[in-house]
């Protein structure tokens, strides 16, 4: 449960920390000509690097299943 907290936390602060440099862009104080597309993309990539890492301890840190007794 950890992981995906850490996951969360650092996929909350990537888009603040992307929704100010826009907020930025938008008030003219940076040129984000470029950088919007790049910011999507890279943030992308992120998302899912942690959608896969997610997975993977989901997968790997299952509870054992006892088998059905048989009658």
């Known amino acids: 449960m950890k ?3 850490i996951i969360a ?3 909350s602060v990537l888009v603040l920390i992307f929704s100010l440099v826009a907020i930025l862009g938008i008030w003219e104080v940076i040129d984000i000509e470029y ?3 790049r910011m999507f993309k890279s943030l992308m990539v992120i998302m899912a690097a ?3 890492v997610v997975l993977i ?3 790997l840190d299952r509870p054992d299943r006892k088998p059905p007794e048989e009658a």
């Open 9 to 11: 936390y650092t996929l």
């Open 35 to 37: 950088l919007i597309a």
């Open 50 to 52: 942690a959608a896969v």
């Open 3 to 5: 992981v995906k907290r």
């Open 57 to 59: 301890f989901s997968i």
